[in-house]
C-alpha cells in the first residue's frame, strides 16, 4: 500500500514518512485545537456539538498540515494536494475552464535539476496564450517535479521501457490536451511515434553549438570537457526541432560566449546555462506562437 500511495504521489520513501508523518501530526492537531475552541462553549445537544465539531474540524485541517508540513519541509507537496482537492470540489473550476479555452497546452519534458524548467514556469506562469499543463520526468524526486509541485502544475512520471516503446504514454498527453512539447534537459531520446504525432512541436536546447558537439553521451560536463578538449574560444547554446536522432533536428536558434583560457567544464557550464535562462523561455515563446497563429 505504501507503495501505491509512493508512485501515487511520485515521491521518495523518506519523503512519503515524511509527508505521512505530516497528516498524522497536523491531523491529531486539528483535533486537538477543535476541542479547545469548542469545549468552552457548554454544548449539551449531541447533533449540534457533532455538527460544530465537524464543521471546524473542516476548516482547521488544511491550516494544520500546512502549518506542520513547513517543518517537515513538505509544503510545496501539501499546498499541490490542498489545490488538488479543492480543483476536485469544483471550487474555481468553471472559471478556470472558461480562462483556459484560448490557451495552448504544453508539456515540460525534464530529468534534471529542472533550472531550465523553472525558468520556463516563472516565465508562463500569467502567459495569455501558452500554459504548462504538465512535466514529465523520468526522475522521481528530480528538481523539475519539485518546481512543478510549487507552480502546482500537474506530472507525470515515465518508465524506459513504455516510453521508449513509443506511443506509451500519447493517451496521457492527449488527455492534459497537449500541443507542444519542450525538452528541458530531458535525456532520453524521443521515440519515433512521439516526433510522429508532435511534427515540428518538440524543441530541445543543448549546450554547445550543435552541430558540434552533440549527440548520444554528449550532455553536461561531458559537453563542456570536449569544447575545452578541443581548444575552442567560442560555446553557446543551440535551440532546435527534435527529429529522431539525438541533438539533430533543424536549428531554430544560437546564441554565443567566450570559452576563456582558465575554463573548467564548470565554469563553462555556468556561463552556457545562463545563455539558456536568457533565451529558452522567449525563444519557446515565439516558437509556439508561430506555430499556433
Ligand atoms: C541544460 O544544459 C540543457 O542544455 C541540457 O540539459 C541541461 C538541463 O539543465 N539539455 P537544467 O536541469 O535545466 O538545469
Request: proline share 4%.
Amino acid at each position: 500500500m505504501l507503495d501505491r500511495l509512493q508512485k501515487k504521489w511520485k515521491v521518495s520513501g523518506l519523503q512519503l514518512f515524511l509527508i505521512l508523518c505530516t497528516f498524522a501530526l497536523g491531523g491529531s492537531m486539528c483535533g486537538y485545537l477543535t476541542r479547545l475552541l469548542i469545549e468552552p462553549m457548554h454544548i449539551e445537544n449531541a447533533l449540534l456539538y457533532g455538527t460544530l465539531y465537524f464543521v471546524i474540524l473542516t476548516l482547521l485541517w488544511p491550516l494544520c498540515v500546512l502549518a506542520v508540513s513547513i517543518p517537515f519541509g513538505q509544503l510545496a507537496f501539501f499546498k499541490n494536494y490542498l489545490r488538488k482537492i479543492a480543483s476536485r470540489l469544483a471550487l474555481n473550476k468553471k472559471e478556470n475552464v472558461e480562462e483556459d479555452d484560448d490557451m495552448i497546452p504544453i508539456a515540460i519534458f525534464a530529468s534534471g535539476s529542472g533550472s531550465n524548467a523553472l525558468k520556463m514556469m516563472e516565465y508562463f506562469k500569467d502567459h495569455p496564450k501558452i500554459k504548462i499543463v504538465l512535466l514529465v520526468s523520468n526522475k522521481p524526486g528530480s528538481g523539475a517535479l519539485h518546481h512543478a509541485a510549487n507552480f502546482g502544475i500537474s506530472t507525470l512520471i515515465i518508465e524506459k521501457e513504455a516510453f521508449l516503446k513509443g506511443d506509451a504514454y500519447l493517451p496521457e498527453l492527449e488527455s492534459a490536451g497537449i500541443k507542444f512539447i519542450i525538452l528541458a534537459g530531458f535525456l532520453w531520446k524521443i521515440p519515433g511515434a512521439l516526433i510522429k504525432a508532435f511534427p515540428q512541436k518538440i524543441i530541445n536546447i543543448h549546450p554547445a553549438l550543435l552541430p558540434d558537439y552533440g549527440g548520444k553521451g554528449m550532455y553536461g560536463l561531458h559537453v563542456h570537457k570536449a569544447v575545452l578538449e578541443a581548444g575552442e574560444s567560442e560555446s553557446g547554446i543551440t535551440i532546435h526541432f527534435v527529429d529522431d536522432h539525438y541533438d539533430h533536428g533543424a536549428t531554430i536558434f544560437q546564441a554565443f560566449c567566450s570559452v576563456q583560457l582558465n575554463d573548467t567544464p564548470e565554469t563553462l557550464a555556468v556561463r552556457v546555462l545562463a545563455l539558456e535562462h536568457a533565451h529558452f523561455p522567449k525563444v519557446a515563446e515565439q516558437i509556439i506562437l508561430d506555430a499556433f497563429e
